[in-house]
């Protein structure tokens, strides 16, 4: 028997290094541990055995199933190690692969315009009033001394939804609304989307604004120029100082452009200023009795000054851009600039 269980181990020991998948050796598993194995075959016979040579006889057998079971068992966790290690290898990962880049996004450059000028005027205690964009025809025109028939209503070239209902033109009606419900001094700031039926390489149909608006006693026009002067500072550079040219509004008497140092040459004279080293940034003024009165604010008593500016304008001198359509078409190549 003991020659028997011999080549059964070396039959056993032959297939296992044959076998060269993991499959194949739980073939071989039931082939020589299972019920209908040869050493399952022995043990059977273990019953008609001598009771004397039983001890023996399966001392000998159970030999061969430990012997048989440690060569599959061995070969088997070889095969599962190396699937693992396939495995980990498929799925290493290479940390010294670049990156994917995720884009973080940044203001628009008409926010970040914006946002600097409401500070630049904050410090100078001023207080931010936000208006409607689909307007009165009374408080963007007739409260701001441009009665029906006035040939400034052709000039800003309206959006009308009906004769009484309009897309604003301009921020000046959230300075009206402001002045009807509030009592002198009055300091605020009105940013805000404004509409206009223009459309070239510097106007656009909707752009932005802000307006500022004081009231109170003995405001004069030594006010708003000691105002602008220190907003062209904030803005453009220290070196920056600001020009009163005579103009003519509706709203305000007198009135004046405004023009800030060329920030480009320093006043000397460049093309971008045309040689006169001034460029214009806004139109203001001394408010205009009537539109006091409008409001309920006696002008007698009380005066004050009122601008507004273009806020792509003063993005557009700010950063030399060239087109006032840039800043609407998104282009990343564009934005990412002021990032
Ligand atoms: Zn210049």
């Not at 700010?318 to 087109?323: E, R």
Request: charge should be neutral; charged fraction near 25%; hydrophobic fraction near 35%.
């Amino acid at each position: 028997m003991q020659e028997q269980i011999n080549k059964l181990v070396a039959d056993c020991k032959k297939q296992v290094a044959e076998a060269n998948d993991l499959k194949k050796i739980s073939e071989l598993k039931a082939k020589f541990l299972g019920k209908s194995s040869p050493v399952n075959d022995l043990m059977k016979g273990l019953k008609d055995v001598a009771p004397a040579d039983k001890p023996a006889f399966g001392k000998v057998i159970n030999e061969c199933r430990v012997a048989i079971s440690e060569l599959i068992t061995s070969k088997e966790v070889e095969f599962k190690n190396l699937e693992r290690s396939r495995k980990l290898q498929s799925e290493t990962i290479d940390i010294s692969l670049p990156s994917t880049k995720i884009e973080i996004g940044a203001l628009h450059p008409i926010t970040k315009v914006k946002n600097e000028i409401i500070k630049a005027f904050m410090g100078l205690g001023f207080n931010v009033a936000e208006g409607y964009e689909i307007e009165a025809d009374y408080h963007c025109f007739q409260a701001l001394n441009i009665p029906k028939d006035h040939p400034a209503r052709d000039m800003q070239d309206t959006f009308y939804f009906s004769e009484n209902t309009v897309l604003r033109p301009h921020t000046s009606p959230a300075q009206i609304r402001t002045m009807e419900v509030q009592k002198p001094p009055i300091k605020i700031l009105c940013p805000g989307r404004v509409y206009r039926a223009d459309d070239d390489a510097t106007h656009s149909p909707i752009f932005h604004q802000i307006e500022g608006l004081v009231v109170d006693k003995n405001i004069t026009l030594c006010d708003l120029k000691g105002i602008l002067d220190e907003f062209a500072r904030i803005m453009f550079s220290s070196e920056s100082i600001t020009r009163f040219r005579p103009s003519h509004f509706p709203f305000t008497e007198p009135s004046v452009e405004v023009d800030v140092t060329c920030m480009v040459c320093g006043g000397k004279g460049c093309r971008i200023c045309k040689g006169t080293g001034w460029i214009e940034i806004l139109g203001s003024g001394v408010v205009n009795r009537n539109v006091l009165s409008n409001c309920g604010i006696d002008p007698d008593v009380y005066s004050g000054f009122a601008f507004g500016m273009g806020i792509e304008r003063i993005a557009m001198i700010k950063y030399g851009i060239p087109d006032i359509r840039m800043l609407y078409e998104n282009d990343v190549r564009f934005l990412k600039q002021f990032r």
